[in-house]
């Protein structure tokens, strides 16, 4: 485009350059270079003086480009190239100058921008033509000639149409991939320059482009509206392939430096894809939108390249070529098969456009595994959308926002959940809401604070571990080191305790018969002592009894049995039978804001062989007797002539966060008002601080939380859109109020939700049903999972009336007990009905991005959503609440769960077997050949008809023993053998 070939020619057109006197050896060095990407790469214009700036029709069949190839006319005309006869032919009318031509789709027609209607146009073609018979030359310099407007014609030239004629220089246009609208580059800001202050008017001489600004308008040339509003020169846009978004390049206020940015159509969500500290241009989507093919000098003033990078700009850019001159304006084909550019690598130096295959394989393969690109791209550029914001916001852009890297993952209490807050809060400030949140008025009166613990850190000066005992009638004291011999546990009380040992073998309390029960304090008094237990169950029971036991064997659990029976503090290892022998449990995030009511540390195996040392016992040999369950072995005794005094130090780090609350009143403002709550958290996991399953190459990377939980965020704000329009439309059906509710805190354990439902800003009894979205981005095959549907006996009936229109492949789960907000409020007495698409391979991972999404499928839950709430919120008979009892597969810990297989089991699988919807790279499961659409039949031996029996097998197996699994593939009955994992 105009600006694009002031580059070109001030580089290649002085002297600057060295001429290509390249011996054959090194353009075939280059051309293998090149070959990753490129192959059969051809010259493909000869005629005229030189020729570029090609794009290709809808079809690929055909190319629009500019050249100077007019005898009486110096400057570029637009010609159209057959690129299945070779045949070519003149669109513009052969007067003035041209350029920045584009097919529109669907259509005859093409537009391009032009000076042939200026009065002076054959004057300045006259002068330049003598100018050149001169025999002089001059240094080429893109003028910006202010006659240039935006034209449209049919391919034959015919029916041309003038669409833009705004005073300055329009041009730089190209068509949406529906043929709707033109977005094209302006410098109408600039006149009449009798506006100009003095220094805008000495930036003017020196640098007209400065002004230039991207503009959208209808393909008619109607309703032109500007887009962009920042120093610096703002052109070359393009739309991308799914005509959501724009991307262009932006030149800092000196015109040193340029930069390629995306933005919605509506100058909303910009994002700045390089930082490039250079030149770069003519960025191009490719068709499928993975990345960005632009030019860049990077490697020096004289030098272009072409550059791929990603379309979210998080990695960086990767060359493509590597021939020395020029290679700019890159077109790929609308197949994504070819690519069209402009270069000068032939012998005479002059550009002219080229043709190659391109490899879409490599290139995604290249983009996807560059180094990830270490800065949070916050735009530089200012927007007219940022000054004067849309009122409706999509779910989309809500997303976009959302799961920015900018954002750097909304943990709970950070920067960017405050950034998220804000922006919901601004939402609903702008559908005229009204805030219910704290008397202090945070986030304009929609805030409600709340306390947590943001982690805990150990004091280690005020950390101490010695251990006295009698060695040959002398006592001997040992000093150990913490965070090296001995480590507290997260939910470690503090303080000084001083006492006997004794060992408790697994520190079991397991109710039950003798057989079946587990009793490891059975004729032991640990009263005011210090009890040492084994991590996990016994290492050698059979897979049943490793169910049973396993269901009792969480930390917390043994340490509350601990305390129960008298102890003063409570000691865990790892015995040398067991996983991660040995080593000390890592202080992880604990969000609760009570201390297990006991000191509670984690030793080494060095630590308890001095314990044991005095005892003549070899921890080992005890293990090993306790492994089996033999009846006649003593495996729990006082350990004796020790001693051991530990001083525990850990602190917790306070914060707060916030909720977003917001109320939709109903028509009749009465003194016993009911409400129905509508919400969703907001809040995921920062860099994989906690819960993230990122793979070892993934580690520390922002997890972006599209779907967890930016998806049912987005859809609750559209449901306060949509039911504030109701509302406004439909008065008489509001007889309840609304509260929107966006949680934080639910990553660290509902805590968020919890805080409302125990401070609520209305009465709790007056809250008639909690409807909450958590992971709703997912939608596949159609399938979508309401749970807590047996919460109350109206949700079958209403699910039933509103899923007919809508048309869901529905799974309905009456268990109101899940791991997400609706477990605050069903404990309350609260109905609750959730929604979710599903679980899959990217949960709590980096790669939980909005491309992810389906974004059709978030439209068709936020109107399926509406009309329950709708008719929850009109129908004058309140829900009934049903007591759901809780199932007992229910009660423990993930800590309780130690084999790891990584299956992403499908929740809304009917019929025998469980369904897998993927398996996380890596895994065991990956690695021993299990796939996304088997069905599991049989776990080690044990028959699997459901998602509970998956859930008893995979409690019983052992790490690092292989078990044979059987899947349904195709029809077929596979046997593959799977070995578990620790999940420590």
């Known amino acids: 485009m105009g600006f694009l070939w002031t580059i070109l020619f001030a580089v290649f057109l002085t002297g600057d350059v060295v001429a290509q006197d390249t011996p054959s050896n090194d353009t075939e060095a280059n051309a293998v270079d090149e070959s990753q990407f490129l192959s059969n790469a051809r010259q493909l214009t000869y005629d005229g003086k030189r020729a570029g700036e090609g794009y290709f029709s809808e079809d690929g069949n055909a190319l629009i480009f500019q050249t100077e190839r007019e005898s009486d006319n110096p400057f570029y005309q637009i010609y159209l190239l057959d690129l299945l006869t070779g045949d070519t032919h003149r669109v513009s009318t052969g007067v003035g100058k041209t350029t920045c031509a584009f097919f529109r789709p669907g259509t005859d027609e093409v537009l391009y921008a032009s000076t042939h209607h200026d009065a002076f146009a054959k004057a ?34 015919s029916n041309l149409k003038q669409l833009t004629d705004a005073p300055g220089y329009d041009a730089e246009a190209s068509y949406s991939p529906d043929g709707k609208y033109i977005v094209f580059c ?60 724009i991307v262009w390049r932006h030149f800092t206020s000196d015109g040193s430096q340029a930069d390629i940015y995306t933005m919605r159509i509506d100058g909303s969500s910009v994002r700045r894809l390089t930082d490039f500290d250079s030149m770069s241009w003519a960025p191009y989507f490719h068709p499928s939108g993975a990345y960005v093919i632009f030019a860049s000098n990077k490697l020096g003033f004289s030098n272009f390249e072409l550059y791929l990078v990603d379309g979210r700009g998080r ?18 084909s609308p197949d994504g098969s070819r690519l069209c550019w402009t270069s000068n690598r032939n012998s005479q130096e002059v550009s002219q456009l080229y043709l190659a295959d391109w490899n879409h394989e490599a290139a995604l393969d290249a983009v996807t595994s560059a180094p990830r690109n270490p800065n949070s791209f916050v735009p530089s550029v200012q927007t007219v959308s940022d000054l004067k914001p849309s009122k409706k916001t999509s779910i989309r852009q809500h997303i976009e926002f959302l799961a920015d890297d900018a954002l750097e993952g909304r943990m709970t209490g950070s920067d960017g959940a405050k950034r998220a807050a804000e ?12 805030p219910v949140g704290d008397a202090e008025r945070s986030l304009r009166g929609f805030g409600q604070t709340f306390e947590f613990t943001a982690g805990r850190r150990i004091i280690s000066e005020e950390n101490r571990f010695s251990i006295t005992r009698q060695v040959h009638g002398a006592e001997q004291e040992l000093e150990f080191s913490v965070e090296q011999d001995f480590q507290p546990l997260s ?28 009793d490891a304090y059975a004729g032991l008094d640990v009263k005011d002592k210090i009890v040492v237990a084994l991590r996990y169950v016994p290492e050698s029971v059979e897979p049943e009894r490793r169910q049973e036991l396993n269901r009792y064997a969480g930390l917390r659990y043994k340490a509350m049995q601990a305390r129960e029976h008298g102890a003063k503090a409570f000691l865990v290892v790892a015995g040398p039978n067991s996983p991660n022998a040995g080593k000390l449990i890592p202080l992880d995030f604990d969000s609760s804001l009570a201390d297990s009511g006991i000191v509670a540390a984690s030793i080494s195996d060095t630590v308890a062989n001095a314990l ?38 850990v602190e917790k780090v306070k914060k707060t966060d916030k909720n977003v609350v917001a109320l939709l009143p109903p028509t009749q403002l009465t003194d016993d008002i009911e409400y129905v709550v509508v919400g969703a958290h907001y809040d995921h996991i920062g860099y994989g601080e906690i819960g993230s399953l990122a793979g070892k190459d993934e580690a520390g990377q922002i997890h972006n939380g599209a779907d967890d939980n930016a998806s049912g965020t987005a859809v609750v704000l559209e449901l306060a859109a949509t039911l504030s329009e109701a509302a406004q439309a439909h008065p008489e059906k509001f007889n309840r109020g609304v509260i929107f509710a966006l949680w934080s805190g639910e990553e660290l354990g509902l805590i968020g939700s919890t805080h409302f439902v125990n401070d609520p800003v209305v009465p709790l009894d007056k809250v008639v049903a909690y409807v909450n979205f958590d992971m709703v981005g997912r939608l596949r095959e159609n399938k979508l999972i309401l749970q807590g549907v047996g919460s109350s006996s109206v949700w079958t009936k209403l699910i039933e009336k509103r899923n007919v229109p809508i048309g869901f492949n529905l799974t309905l789960q009456t268990d109101p007990y899940l791991p997400t907000d609706v477990t605050a409020f069903y404990p309350k007495e609260v109905p609750v009905l959730s929604f979710f698409t599903g679980g899959h391979e990217d949960y709590n991972r980096p790669t939980d991005d909005i491309e992810t999404l389906n974004y059709e499928g978030l439209e068709r839950i936020s109107q399926f959503a509406h009309g329950i709430v709708l008719d929850v919120v009109h129908t004058p008979e309140r829900p009934e609440y049903v007591a759901v009892e809780r199932s007992e597969s229910e009660g423990g810990s993930r800590d309780t769960l130690r084999a790891y297989l990584g299956t992403i089991p499908d929740y809304t699988t009917e019929g025998t077997g469980v369904k897998l919807s993927g398996v996380r790279a890596g895994g065991p499961a990956d690695k021993a050949g299990l796939k996304g659409g088997d069905v599991i039949l049989e776990f080690g031996g044990q028959q699997i008809a459901n998602i509970y029996d998956y859930t008893y097998a995979l409690d019983a197996v052992k790490i690092g023993e292989p078990v044979e699994v059987v899947v349904l593939r195709d029809g077929e009955q596979v046997t593959l053998t799977v070995t578990p994992e620790a999940r420590n």
């Open 124 to 157: 300045k073609q006259e002068e330049e033509l003598k100018f050149r018979a001169s025999g002089k030359e001059r240094r080429y310099s893109w003028d910006y000639d202010e006659k240039m407007d935006i034209f449209s014609a049919n391919r034959d030239g």
């Open 186 to 245: 302006s410098l109408r800001n600039a006149y009449p320059k009798s506006r100009l202050s003095p220094k805008e008017l000495k930036q003017f001489e020196v640098d007209p482009a400065y002004f230039g600004e991207i503009y959208i308008m209808n393909a008619d040339g109607s309703d032109q509206i500007q887009l962009t509003d920042s120093p610096g020169y703002d052109g070359g846009p393009f739309f991308t392939p799914d005509g959501e978004h």
């Open 315 to 332: 990695h960086e850019p990767v060359r493509v070529t590597t021939t020395d001159g020029f290679d700019g304006l890159p077109v790929f």
């Open 423 to 434: 922006h919901i809060a601004s939402q609903f400030e702008e559908l005229g809401l009204t």
């Open 491 to 518: 939910f470690s009380r503090n303080g000084v305790v001083e006492g006997e040992v004794v060992f408790v073998g697994y520190g079991l309390t397991v109710p039950g018969e003798l057989g079946e029960g587990y």
């Open 612 to 649: 044991f040392a005095p005892s003549d016992k070899n921890l080992k040999d005890v293990q090993s007797g306790l492994d089996v369950e033999n009846p006649h072995f003593l495996g729990q005794f006082l350990l004796p002539d020790v001693t051991v005094k530990i001083v525990v130090s």
